[in-house]
Protein backbone atom coordinates (compact mmCIF):
# COMPACT_ATOMS: atom_id res chain seq x y z
CA UNK A 1 0.00 0.00 0.00
CA UNK A 2 3.04 2.57 0.98
CA UNK A 3 4.36 1.38 -2.85
CA UNK A 4 0.79 2.59 -4.23
CA UNK A 5 0.26 5.85 -2.08
CA UNK A 6 3.85 6.75 -3.40
CA UNK A 7 2.85 6.35 -6.82
CA UNK A 8 -0.10 8.26 -6.47
CA UNK A 9 1.35 11.12 -4.64
CA UNK A 10 4.12 11.42 -7.22
CA UNK A 11 2.02 11.49 -9.60
CA UNK A 12 -0.45 14.25 -8.19
CA UNK A 13 3.36 16.20 -8.13
CA UNK A 14 3.48 16.14 -11.79
CA UNK A 15 0.15 17.34 -12.86
CA UNK A 16 0.11 20.30 -10.29
CA UNK A 17 3.59 21.25 -11.80
CA UNK A 18 1.90 21.54 -14.78
CA UNK A 19 -1.44 23.13 -13.46
CA UNK A 20 -0.05 25.38 -11.03
CA UNK A 21 2.44 26.11 -13.49
CA UNK A 22 0.72 27.17 -16.24
CA UNK A 23 -1.87 28.79 -14.06
CA UNK A 24 0.48 31.48 -12.60
CA UNK A 25 -0.50 29.73 -9.61
CA UNK A 26 3.46 30.82 -8.05
CA UNK A 27 3.39 30.24 -4.40
CA UNK A 28 1.72 26.73 -4.59
CA UNK A 29 3.79 26.31 -7.55
CA UNK A 30 6.43 26.67 -5.27
CA UNK A 31 5.44 23.81 -3.09
CA UNK A 32 6.07 21.20 -5.40
CA UNK A 33 10.39 21.60 -5.21
CA UNK A 34 12.88 21.07 -2.46
CA UNK A 35 15.01 23.78 -1.63
CA UNK A 36 17.78 22.72 -3.78
CA UNK A 37 15.34 21.74 -6.89
CA UNK A 38 16.68 22.86 -10.27
CA UNK A 39 14.94 23.16 -13.56
CA UNK A 40 16.50 22.82 -16.76
CA UNK A 41 14.53 24.07 -19.70
CA UNK A 42 15.63 25.47 -23.67
CA UNK A 43 15.39 29.43 -22.77
CA UNK A 44 16.77 29.02 -19.05
CA UNK A 45 18.36 26.39 -16.33
CA UNK A 46 18.74 27.31 -12.66
CA UNK A 47 17.57 27.00 -9.76
CA UNK A 48 13.69 26.78 -8.51
CA UNK A 49 12.93 30.30 -7.35
CA UNK A 50 14.82 31.62 -10.64
CA UNK A 51 13.23 29.59 -12.85
CA UNK A 52 9.91 30.88 -10.79
CA UNK A 53 10.92 34.30 -11.19
CA UNK A 54 11.48 34.19 -14.79
CA UNK A 55 8.14 32.88 -15.52
CA UNK A 56 6.45 35.76 -13.72
CA UNK A 57 8.34 38.22 -15.66
CA UNK A 58 7.52 36.01 -18.97
CA UNK A 59 3.73 35.85 -17.86
CA UNK A 60 3.85 40.02 -16.97
CA UNK A 61 5.35 40.70 -20.83
CA UNK A 62 2.50 38.20 -22.54
CA UNK A 63 4.88 35.11 -22.99
CA UNK A 64 2.59 32.01 -23.65
CA UNK A 65 3.84 28.41 -22.38
CA UNK A 66 1.66 26.10 -21.90
CA UNK A 67 2.00 21.86 -20.77
CA UNK A 68 -0.11 18.77 -21.59
CA UNK A 69 0.81 15.46 -19.89
CA UNK A 70 0.17 12.07 -20.76
CA UNK A 71 1.95 8.93 -19.75
CA UNK A 72 3.49 8.48 -16.64
CA UNK A 73 6.32 5.88 -15.51
CA UNK A 74 7.55 5.79 -12.13
CA UNK A 75 10.62 4.05 -10.75
CA UNK A 76 10.79 3.91 -6.67
CA UNK A 77 14.06 3.07 -4.76
CA UNK A 78 13.63 4.18 -0.90
CA UNK A 79 13.34 8.05 0.09
CA UNK A 80 14.17 8.59 -4.17
CA UNK A 81 12.07 8.29 -7.13
CA UNK A 82 12.76 9.26 -10.98
CA UNK A 83 9.80 9.74 -12.67
CA UNK A 84 8.84 9.97 -16.85
CA UNK A 85 5.91 11.89 -18.14
CA UNK A 86 5.12 12.27 -21.55
CA UNK A 87 4.33 15.74 -22.23
CA UNK A 88 3.74 18.12 -25.10
CA UNK A 89 4.64 22.02 -24.84
CA UNK A 90 2.99 24.59 -26.53
CA UNK A 91 4.27 27.99 -27.41
CA UNK A 92 2.61 30.88 -29.11
CA UNK A 93 4.49 34.02 -30.08
CA UNK A 94 5.86 36.17 -33.33
CA UNK A 95 7.95 34.94 -35.58
CA UNK A 96 9.37 37.61 -38.09
CA UNK A 97 6.11 39.15 -38.24
CA UNK A 98 3.42 36.19 -38.16
CA UNK A 99 1.63 34.75 -35.21
CA UNK A 100 2.47 31.24 -35.04
CA UNK A 101 2.22 28.13 -32.54
CA UNK A 102 4.64 25.81 -31.80
CA UNK A 103 4.17 22.39 -30.07
CA UNK A 104 7.14 20.28 -28.75
CA UNK A 105 6.42 16.49 -28.08
CA UNK A 106 8.82 15.10 -25.28
CA UNK A 107 9.12 13.70 -21.83
CA UNK A 108 9.67 15.33 -18.35
CA UNK A 109 12.09 13.39 -16.60
CA UNK A 110 12.51 14.36 -12.83
CA UNK A 111 14.62 13.37 -9.60
CA UNK A 112 12.46 12.91 -6.63
CA UNK A 113 13.16 12.70 -3.00
CA UNK A 114 11.06 12.41 0.27
CA UNK A 115 12.41 14.29 2.77
CA UNK A 116 10.02 14.90 6.33
CA UNK A 117 7.73 12.30 5.00
CA UNK A 118 6.89 14.95 1.98
CA UNK A 119 7.54 14.71 -1.73
CA UNK A 120 9.70 17.06 -3.66
CA UNK A 121 11.31 17.65 -7.10
CA UNK A 122 15.04 18.00 -6.54
CA UNK A 123 16.14 18.20 -10.81
CA UNK A 124 13.55 18.57 -14.10
CA UNK A 125 14.99 17.65 -17.33
CA UNK A 126 13.08 17.27 -20.16
CA UNK A 127 14.14 15.13 -23.11
CA UNK A 128 13.05 16.72 -26.49
CA UNK A 129 11.65 14.71 -29.13
CA UNK A 130 10.34 16.50 -32.30
CA UNK A 131 8.03 19.89 -32.82
CA UNK A 132 6.74 21.59 -35.47
CA UNK A 133 5.65 25.26 -35.92
CA UNK A 134 2.85 25.89 -37.59
CA UNK A 135 0.96 30.28 -38.37
CA UNK A 136 -2.03 30.60 -36.40
CA UNK A 137 -4.13 32.12 -39.77
CA UNK A 138 -4.40 29.33 -41.57
CA UNK A 139 -3.97 31.59 -44.88
CA UNK A 140 -0.69 32.74 -43.54
CA UNK A 141 2.77 31.26 -44.92
CA UNK A 142 6.17 31.68 -42.85
CA UNK A 143 9.67 31.12 -44.15
CA UNK A 144 12.19 30.48 -41.50
CA UNK A 145 15.91 31.12 -41.91
CA UNK A 146 17.38 27.12 -42.42
CA UNK A 147 20.98 28.02 -41.10
CA UNK A 148 19.10 29.40 -37.88
CA UNK A 149 16.63 26.45 -37.96
CA UNK A 150 20.39 23.95 -38.19
CA UNK A 151 21.77 25.55 -35.42
CA UNK A 152 19.46 23.87 -32.88
CA UNK A 153 18.76 19.86 -32.20
CA UNK A 154 15.72 18.11 -34.44
CA UNK A 155 13.87 17.38 -31.47
CA UNK A 156 13.05 21.02 -30.43
CA UNK A 157 14.59 23.25 -33.21
CA UNK A 158 11.78 25.04 -33.65
CA UNK A 159 10.85 25.67 -30.10
CA UNK A 160 14.36 26.80 -30.14
CA UNK A 161 14.00 29.04 -33.25
CA UNK A 162 10.66 31.05 -31.48
CA UNK A 163 12.10 31.61 -28.11
CA UNK A 164 15.26 32.82 -29.71
CA UNK A 165 13.11 35.06 -31.77
CA UNK A 166 11.43 36.55 -28.57
CA UNK A 167 14.74 36.85 -26.45
CA UNK A 168 15.65 33.85 -24.93
CA UNK A 169 19.34 32.62 -25.32
CA UNK A 170 18.27 28.87 -25.98
CA UNK A 171 20.62 25.30 -24.80
CA UNK A 172 21.99 23.64 -27.63
CA UNK A 173 22.96 20.30 -26.08
CA UNK A 174 19.21 19.04 -24.38
CA UNK A 175 18.70 15.73 -24.56
CA UNK A 176 16.49 14.05 -27.62
CA UNK A 177 15.23 10.92 -28.18
CA UNK A 178 18.34 9.40 -28.83
CA UNK A 179 22.43 10.14 -28.12
CA UNK A 180 24.68 10.62 -25.65
CA UNK A 181 23.03 13.42 -24.14
CA UNK A 182 19.75 11.17 -22.91
CA UNK A 183 22.01 8.46 -22.69
CA UNK A 184 24.23 10.02 -19.66
CA UNK A 185 20.69 11.31 -18.29
CA UNK A 186 19.15 7.88 -18.05
CA UNK A 187 22.84 6.57 -16.09
CA UNK A 188 22.41 9.72 -13.95
CA UNK A 189 18.89 8.40 -13.30
CA UNK A 190 19.90 4.88 -12.00
CA UNK A 191 23.23 6.36 -9.80
CA UNK A 192 20.23 8.41 -8.63
CA UNK A 193 18.16 5.16 -7.76
CA UNK A 194 21.15 3.58 -6.40
CA UNK A 195 21.43 6.14 -3.34
CA UNK A 196 24.57 7.37 -4.97
CA UNK A 197 25.78 11.27 -5.38
CA UNK A 198 24.98 12.68 -8.81
CA UNK A 199 25.68 15.44 -10.79
CA UNK A 200 23.92 17.23 -13.69
CA UNK A 201 25.23 20.27 -15.61
CA UNK A 202 28.02 21.13 -13.21
CA UNK A 203 25.34 20.74 -9.97
CA UNK A 204 25.10 17.92 -7.38
CA UNK A 205 22.38 16.35 -5.01
CA UNK A 206 23.08 13.48 -2.84
Given at each position: ???????????????????????????????????????????????????????????????????FLGGFNCEIAGNRAVTQ???????????????????????????????????????????????????????????????????????????????????????KDMPGLKGPEVEALYAT??????????????????
Amino acid sequence: MDDWQDRLLLRELIENWAIWRDAGFWDKFRTVWHDDGRMMATWTQGTADEFIEMNRQGWARGVSILHFLGGFNCEIAGNRAVTQTKMTISQRGEVHGVLVDVVCTGRFLDFLEKRDGKWGMCLRQPIYEKDRMDPVGPSVAIELDQAVLDEFPTGYQHLAYLQSQVGYSVKKDMPGLKGPEVEALYATGAEWLAGKSITWAGHAWG
